[in-house]
């Protein structure tokens, strides 16, 4: 069978198992299994698939029928401009959370050398996306997960970072290393109760420590405010990405921890992201 027809094949199970962006995900999912760029396959349509990689498309294209993300599928992530490792022990990196790269880039253009900590860390794709941009930048990033910062570590290497990088499994609570000149975080901020509605590839396949935020869904999101205002230097800046729905009560929780409120700013699909904040 030929690459082609193979992605045909494949997208019309995705299509009837429901799974949106059929095409898509098909083709991706090809380009993994032959080991080629995408650009390779819609430029290849004839070339012929040996039987034991037809079988493992075949097989990708099941798990993806039951709802395994492309991400975790293909073990790989675009995020800001890089393409991060990630296997399904952390959150799949959001094109929504660049917003926090982009308002870090924006507010320290006349900086040189500064320290940013990052607060669940993850797969780095926040941190290590701005120590690529800044090669004068320090980071450390601390996470609960040790799987979490084996691959972050994984993808320091790749983009060549490491050394500027140092990392800690900590939970947030006992964290106390450090005074930084900026602090990010995307914390857990789903309600507990919220869980099971989310769409099948999130609840179902991604990490419940990554998105579980308690009850009110604001758990996780008291401890890392109460902690940076700890840990940033005076004037320094915290940026904290949030739920759609937080804006009002995460800003009083800021101003009680003695933070002005700078800004907040809105994702993609125009609904409040992030906030950015200064300790005064």
């Known amino acids: 069978m030929n690459i082609n027809s193979a992605i045909i094949n494949g997208s019309k199970i995705l ?20 080991k080629k ?33 492309v991400a975790y599928l293909t073990s790989k992530k675009f995020f800001w401009n890089s393409e991060f490792f990630i296997t399904n022990d952390i959150l799949i990196p ?19 050398i500064i320290n940013i900590l990052e607060i669940g860390i993850g797969s780095g794709c926040i941190l ?17 997960s040790k799987k979490c910062l084996n691959i972050c570590e994984k993808n320091a290497i790749k983009f060549k970072v490491n050394s500027r990088l140092k990392l800690y499994k900590s939970d947030v609570d006992k964290f106390s290393l450090g005074k930084y000149d900026l602090i990010v975080s995307n914390p857990p901020y789903i309600k507990t109760c919220k869980l099971k509605y989310l769409e099948r590839d999130v609840a179902e396949f ?6 579980d935020g308690g009850l009110d869904g604001l758990s996780e999101i008291r401890k890392v ?35 002005y409120i700078n800004s907040s700013q809105k994702d993609l699909a125009n609904n409040d992201r992030c906030i950015i904040s200064t300790k005064i």
């Open 225 to 259: 405010i109460k902690k940076s205002s700890e840990l940033v230097k005076k004037n320094g800046k915290f940026i904290l990405e949030i739920g759609y729905d937080q804006k009002n009560e995460v800003i009083n929780l800021l101003r009680k921890e003695g933070f």
């Open 206 to 211: 991604e990490p419940r420590l990554a998105l």
């Open 94 to 112: 959001r094109p929504d959370t660049e917003i926090i790269v982009e308002n870090v880039l924006s507010l320290t253009k006349q900086k040189n």
């Open 37 to 69: 760029d995408r650009n390779y396959i819609l430029l290849n349509p004839d070339d012929i698939v040996d039987k034991e990689d037809l079988n493992y498309f075949y097989k990708l294209i099941e798990q993806r029928s039951l709802g395994n993300p």
């Open 15 to 34: 299509r009837n198992n429901l799974i949106p962006n059929s095409q898509l995900d098909s083709e991706i999912l090809m380009a993994t299994t032959i």
């Open 128 to 144: 290590l996306s701005i120590l690529k941009e800044k090669e004068n930048f320090y980071g450390t990033g601390i996470d609960i």
